[in-house]
Structures are given as C-alpha cells and as structure tokens.
C-alpha cells in the first residue's frame, strides 16, 4: 500500500482521488492559514506552477494540530489560499497527521517514524509511492535541497512524460 490507495476528501467535497497522482512526484505538506510559516503558499504555488508540467504534485493537506492555527472550514480555507496566495495546487479535507486519530495517509507517510513536528512539514515521494525525503518546517519551497531532491525524481523537460499534469485530467 501507498498513499496512492489512500482515501481522503477533497477540500472543496468529493475524493481527493489521490491514485490519479500514481506515477508522479507528489510533495506532501501540512498547511495552516495562521501560522508564521503561511507565506509558504506563495513558495509552493511558485514551486507547483515551475514543475507541474514534468509530474510534480503539490499536496496541501490542512491541519488544525500545531496551535489551532487551521481554525476554518473548508470554505474559509479554500477562499484564503485562493485570495491569498493564489493557490492552484490540490488541497485536501483538514485531518490530524499525529496522534491517535491520525488519517491512514499520514500512517502511510511516517508510519511508526518521528511524528510531524509542526506545520508546513513537506514529504516528497516518488512516482511508485516510496518516502523519498522529508524536509522541516523551516525548509523554504526554493531550498536549495527540496529542489534537487524534486528534480532528481522528476523526468528531463524534454521526456514525453514531462507534459502529464494529472490535475489537468
């Protein structure tokens, strides 16, 4: 199992439907609106927009864990990113990623490992599923690390893989 066989709600309603992103590269990410990290949104949809069209996925998954810093609904939520920072890349149901009811995609992302440790925690895994990276809180979009570890998994800019969006259906 993967997070790819993982069911999660979409923000907005629905299935987040997350086997559509089997075979790309999928940066995971706890998000919350209050937090001091926030401006990250703007890194990420930075980052989304630049690497999308060779197989990256963004995945924004609200948490109201760290300081009850993600208080909203979803539309509260959504409406934020979008005013805010423009977010085009997925976004899920809010859910808890440590504890007793943490959501089975964060059991398959850490599993029995260290628990997140606060908001904007990014874990990258590779186009099969496998946890390839993880990268703290702090670790801006554009650093230097996240970015060679997404371009290693991600196809050259000339393959014909390269033009697969999956949120482009």
């Keep these: 199992m993967t997070i790819f066989d993982v069911a999660i709600g979409a923000l907005t309603g629905g299935s987040a439907e997350l086997s559509q992103y089997r075979g790309n590269v999928v940066l995971v990410v706890n998000v919350a609106s209050r937090c001091g990290l926030t401006p990250q949104y703007a890194g990420l949809e930075q980052l989304y927009t630049t690497y999308r069209d060779r197989g990256l996925v963004i995945l924004g998954v609200p948490s109201n864990q760290f300081a009850a810093q993600e208080p909203g609904t979803a539309d509260d939520i959504a409406q934020f990113c979008s005013v805010n920072y423009g977010v085009t890349f997925?976004?899920?149901?809010?859910?808890?990623?440590?504890?007793?009811?943490?959501?089975?995609?964060?059991?398959?992302?850490v599993g029995e490992g260290e628990p997140i440790?606060?908001?904007?925690?990014?874990?990258?895994?590779?186009?099969?599923?496998?946890?390839?990276?993880?990268?703290?809180?702090?670790?801006?979009?554009?650093?230097?690390?996240l970015v060679a570890a997404i371009e290693k998994l991600l196809p050259p800019?000339?393959?014909?893989?390269?033009?697969?969006?999956p949120t482009q259906g």
């Design 117 to 145: 440790e606060w908001n904007f925690e990014k874990i990258l895994v590779g186009p099969d599923g496998t946890i390839e990276a993880r990268f703290e809180p702090g670790t801006e979009p554009q650093d230097e690390a």
């Design 90 to 109: 997925p976004l899920t149901q809010k859910i808890d990623v440590n504890g007793p009811g943490r959501h089975p995609l964060y059991q398959e992302l």
């Design 157 to 165: 800019s000339d393959h014909p893989a390269a033009a697969h969006d």
